[in-house]
Structure formats: C-alpha cells, structure tokens
C-alpha cells in the first residue's frame, strides 16, 4: 500500500500565474477563452469587414432608403398570365381533361362515400362506432371507459347544438383528407428516413409547406378545381402531409442500432429489417405523426371552408362574414369536441404501444375479441336506429346557445369597450397600443435603410447559429424585396415582434406559474385545450367585437392562439428540471426566486428557446389569417388573391410570408457551428 506523502505548500504569490505573465496558466487560461470567443468573434469581425466594404459600395449605387426598385424582379405578371392560361384552357387542356378532372371527381366521389356511410350509419351508430373505437383504442380496459366518455361527449355535444349534419360532413373530408396525408406522408418519411440525400432534399421542402399561409394553399387549387371539396382536400393534403413525413423519417432514423445489427448478424435482408425492426421500432413515432395529421388536417379543413368546403368550417366562415359570436361559437364548439376526441383516442392508442396488456380489463376482451365487440355494438346501434327511425338527429333534441352567447358578448362589448376606468376599455387599448407600439416599430422598420436590415438579420442569424445560418436568413429577407413587397414584408413583421413579445412575456410568467403550483397547471389544462383546437377563425370573432377591425385585434387573436403552446412548453421544461440541481441549490441556502433564476431557467433553455420558435410560426399563422379583420400588409394581400382569384398577388404574398417565416426560424433557433481551424 502506497502512503499519501503532502507535499510542500508552494509559497504564495501575488500577481501573474506560475511562469509568469506568459507562464503555461496563463497561456492555457487564455487558450481556453479563445476556444470559446474566437468562432463567434471571428465570424462577427468578418461580418463587419464585410460591411465596411460592401455598405458603402450599396449605398452609393442603390441608396439608404427602401428596398432600391432596380433590385426588383416582376414575377406577378408571369403568374397573372399563368391564372389567365388555366382559366381559359380549364375546360379544354388534356392535362385538365385527362388527369386533374380525374382527380378531381375521384375527391368528389371519395368523400361523398364518406359521407354516405356516416349518414346511413345514423347517429346512433355514428356515435357507438366513436365510443367503442375509443374503447378498444384506451384498451378495452377501465382506462378505456375514460376515452370512450370523451367521445360520447363529443359527439352529443355535436348533436344538442345542433351540428349534427356539418359535423359529419367535415368529418367525412377529414377522413379522405388524413388517409391521403398518411400515405402520402409516410411514403416520404420513408424514402428520407432510409436516404440522407433525400432527408436534406426534403427538409426546406417541408419547412415551405408548413411555413406557406393556409390560405395561399388555396388559391392555386381554387384555379385549378374550382371552388368546393376537391380544392379543400388537395390543399389539406399538402398541408397535413409533413407531420407524418418527419415523424416518420425520425423514427427510422431513430431506430436502436442494436437490434438493426442482430437482425443484420442473422442474415435478414434490408426489407426484412425495414418491416420487422425498423417500422415496429418507430411504432411511437408513427402514431404520433397520425396524431398531428389529424389535428392539422382539422385546422385546415375549417379553413378551407372559404372555398365552399362546407361543414362546420362553413358555419363558423358565416358568423364571421356577420360578427356573429353567437353562432360562431355554436359551430366552434363542435371542432373542439371533435379535436378533443381524436387527440384523446390517438393519444390512448399510443400509451398501449410497447405496454403490458391492462389487468382491470376482462382477459377475454384484448385485441381481436374486443375489435369484434365494438363491430358488433356498431351494428346493434345502427338496426336500433333504423328500427326506430332515428337516423337524423331529433330537432327536439337541440340547444341554441347562440341568443344567450350574443347576449353576453354585447352586455360585454357595452361593459368593457369603453367607460372601464383607468384602463379606459379595449378600444382605448387598441387605439393606444396602435399610435404607441404599433406604428412607431413599422415605421421604424419601414425607414430604416434596407441594408441596414440585411445586416441585422445576419449578426442575429451569426448570434444564434452558423455562416449558413446567416446566408439563409439574409438572402429570405432580400427576396422579399426582389418580390416588391418590402415595406408589407416589414409591416407584418412589426405586427409578429409585437404579438410575440407579448405571448413570450405572458406566456413564460404563465408557465413559470403552473411549473410551481400544481393546482395552477390542473386548472389550466382544460383551458389550454380548448384554445389549441379552437379553430382560427372563432378567434377573430370575439376580438373584432371587442377591438374594433385593425392590427390590434388581429394581434390580440394571435397571442390567444400562440399562448396555449407557450405555456405548456415552459412549464414542461421547467418541470423537467434536474431534481440533484435543485436539491444541491437548496441545499446551499437558494431561494425559490434564486431557484428559478440560477438554475431552473438555465436548465430549461432548450424548451424556451423551442417556446419561441412555436410562438413564431402560431403568431405569423394568425397574422396572416388577421388580414380578414383589418390586419393589412400581406394578410391582406394573401386574402385579396384568394377573393379575387389573383394568382399574383396572392402567391407573391404567400412566397414573402414563407421568406419571412424562414428569417425568423434562422434568427431564433440556435445550431450547431461548424469548427474553426
């Protein structure tokens, strides 16, 4: 056994590490600083070389002002002549004959075959078929009761208010449109999951259709089929598809390389390892891509209700069109229930992948037995119906909420728009935060010189992430410019940094509240579901009422709909915490704000920074959806093709707002750098 020997104290010194001031401490000390300074250092410096050299040579050529009209490009003409072809060639291009018609009266037929069934089903057996699907999805089991409550609720929700049969229309287009968007979806989650290549291929692809307004979807599909169901569902489709493309591709990425390498060792071919590993492997990630398929497939399908879609979409589109709150929220309800329903039955579906079998649940009825039962529970439900002759939903059987809603919303805008005192009212508000936030930030942005902007994007994009990363950034900006449609471009995004700051400031001190008290988060729960499903539209209703038409209430919206994903993000990093660094904090005499200021907070960056990111593309979604009440700028541009079928204007403020949303995913959203040599 060696003994521990102290050694001799070194005599102390003041001033330089040992070996002077160029000792090896020192040296080390500093290499290790320039290890963490130099890359971003450099890259800044480089930045401002650029610009020394670069801004000059701008602005003597291109001036300081707005974006200089020589580095414009005309692209509306070419897409005006484009709308003018496919008018006047609809009806006799082969292309149109012998392809898109087909297409098109394949959707038609689809649907309605839907539609048939559902009705034919009648409601009882519309609602058995929900309640024992749900049932069978949470397990058959005494869990399972729980699920299959909630789509009882759903559907009789559906029926006491009076939206039996636009409910069952929507989900007759829902059904078409998520069946395609699976297919379609999974079969490029496959081929990126499996290829590189073609994983980097289709990223900015699926980052643009995500990105692109609901309603510039529209408007080429409108050319194209006309107004009505074909339309609606292509443009769903395209819509819901990339959930289920990426969480595809991210479970057979993800797949653990283990079992791959003995399925490998045991000869099975690359087919065999694709069904018997892999796809089993990614089940979790499968279902969860269905389940943002469905709930993006919803959202797009009310939308789409503009283009004569019909349904509860449709009911919603026409209290709007009359700022009827009443009615609005009559259909609005339904969308909730039905989100609701198919959220809480995929959700069950997906807690069972990888699960024992229940223990409250009788052995009998697992698997097939109880897929059995709810078949047979369906087919009794649908003879009782026909024996009764309760196919349609009894008119005795309603409730119209819509007086009552009405009455509250005007003893509420009577109450509240002006007259409160010190706060003066929503419409002293809305005209305050207009003169004093909103317009002083557009008009900033709007008079600063354009090259001046471009270089703030880059050292933000810089800040945050790579050169990449700032080429991207800057060069969506500027093609916004070359698009003509700059000073629209920067009054949209003074409306998106005013309601993002806002949705940030509450929706962090929210979810900082609900991390700490558990009551807070049980209460909110059931609240924050309501506003995720609540349809687009049924935001803008109660604003407009409240606010008038302008910026102000397009922004309010936004922030209702943004803050719901903001809330539960920050609470859920923040209860994610580390428990050993709390305890070592407390344990050093921490208070609670010391808690959460050192060491929770810190923790939790990567769930704020992913807060951020969502507030930005839920807050763009509105704005953008804010040009039917007044929110201007390219909202109103987007809205204005879409009415007037102007392909134009339409699809060139639809291309900015894809360029806009990628200069804030850039500038918000930090990667990894590459190294430095």
């Not at 283009?307 to 026409?318: C, F, M, N, Q, T």
Request: hydrophobic share 55%; charged share 10%.
């Amino acid at each position: 056994m060696s003994t521990l020997i102290p050694e001799k104290p070194a005599p102390e010194k003041t001033g330089s590490p040992p070996g002077g001031p160029q000792g090896p401490a020192t040296r080390s000390l500093l290499l290790r600083r320039l290890s963490v300074m130099s890359p971003l250092a450099r890259r800044l410096t480089a930045l401002a070389a650029l610009a020394v050299v670069l801004v000059p040579f701008a602005a003597v050529l291109w001036g300081s002002g707005a974006w200089p009209g020589e580095l414009g490009v005309d692209v509306s003409g070419p897409l005006d002549d484009l709308s003018q072809w496919i008018v006047d060639n609809r009806d006799t291009s082969p292309v149109f004959l012998y392809f898109l018609l087909h297409i098109s009266n394949t959707s038609v037929d689809a649907v309605d075959g839907v539609y048939s069934v559902l009705d034919g089903l009648g409601w009882p057996g519309v609602t058995a078929a929900a309640v024992l699907l749900a049932w069978c999805a949470g397990g058959a089991s005494r869990a399972g009761l729980k699920v299959a409550a909630v789509a009882l609720g759903a559907f009789a929700g559906c029926g006491l208010l009076g939206m039996w049969d636009p409910a069952m229309l929507t989900l007759a287009l829902m059904t078409v449109a998520v069946a395609v968007s699976v297919v379609v979806g999974f079969a490029l989650g496959l081929a990126a999951g499996l290829s590189r290549p073609v994983d980097r291929a289709l990223r900015p692809v699926l980052d643009t259709m995500q990105v692109l307004p609901a309603f510039a979807y529209l408007l080429p599909f409108v050319l194209v089929f006309g107004t009505g169901s074909p339309a609606a569902l292509l443009a769903t489709v395209i819509y819901a598809a990339p959930p289920m493309a990426r969480l595809t591709a991210l479970g057979l990425r993800d797949a653990d390389p283990s079992v791959l390498e003995a399925s490998a060792s045991l000869g099975a071919s690359s087919r065999q390892q694709l069904l018997k590993a892999r796809l089993p492997l990614a089940r979790k990630e499968l279902l969860l891509g269905l389940n943002q398929t469905i709930m993006m497939a919803l959202s797009m399908v009310v939308i789409a209700s503009v283009i004569g879609a019909g349904g509860l979409g449709d009911e919603v589109y026409s209290a709007l069109s009359t700022v009827d709150v009443g009615a609005a929220l009559a259909a609005g309800i339904p969308i909730v229930l039905i989100a609701v329903w198919l959220d809480r039955t995929t959700e069950a579906a997906g807690e069972r992948i990888g699960a024992p079998p229940a223990a409250d649940g009788p052995r009998l009825l697992r698997g097939g037995p109880a897929w059995a039962v709810a078949a047979v529970g369906t087919a009794v439900a649908f003879a009782v119906g026909k024996v009764a002759g309760a196919a349609q939903w009894p008119a005795g059987w309603t409730v119209d909420i819509s007086g009552s809603v009405n009455s509250f919303q005007e003893w509420t805008v009577d109450n509240l728009h002006a007259g409160v005192p010190v706060l003066g009212g929503t419409e002293v508000w809305a005209s305050n935060f207009t003169v004093w936030i909103l317009n002083p930030l557009r008009d900033v942005l709007q008079g600063a010189p354009w090259w001046s902007l471009l270089l703030l994007v880059a050292a933000l994009a810089l800040l945050v992430g790579n050169w990449r990363n700032a080429l991207g950034a800057t060069a969506a900006l500027a093609a916004t410019g070359v698009l003509g449609v700059w000073g629209n471009t920067l009054d949209t995004l003074s409306q998106v940094l005013a309601a993002l700051a806002l949705t940030l400031l509450l929706g962090v001190a929210v979810g900082i509240l609900a991390a700490r008290v558990g009551w807070v988060e049980r209460v909110l729960r059931p609240v924050l579901d309501v506003l995720q499903t609540l349809p687009q539209f049924v935001y803008l209703i109660p604003v407009v009422a409240l606010f008038g038409v302008g910026r102000a209430a397009a922004i309010t919206a936004a922030v209702a709909y943004a803050l719901p994903a903001v809330v539960r993000i920050t609470t859920q990093g923040l209860k994610k915490t580390d428990p050993a660094a709390l305890e070592a904090a407390r344990s050093l005499g921490a208070t609670g704000a010391q808690q959460l200021r050192q060491v929770q907070l810190p923790l939790a960056r990567p769930a704020l920074l992913l807060a951020v990111n969502q507030g930005v593309v839920l807050v763009l979604a509105v704005v953008i959806v804010g040009g039917l009440v007044g929110g201007g700028a390219l909202g109103y541009d987007v809205v204005f093709g879409l009415s007037r079928g102007d392909l134009g204007v339409g699809l060139v403020a639809g291309a900015a707002i894809v360029c806009l949303g990628l200069v804030l995913d850039r500038v918000t959203q930090p990667t990894v750098r590459e190294t430095d040599h």
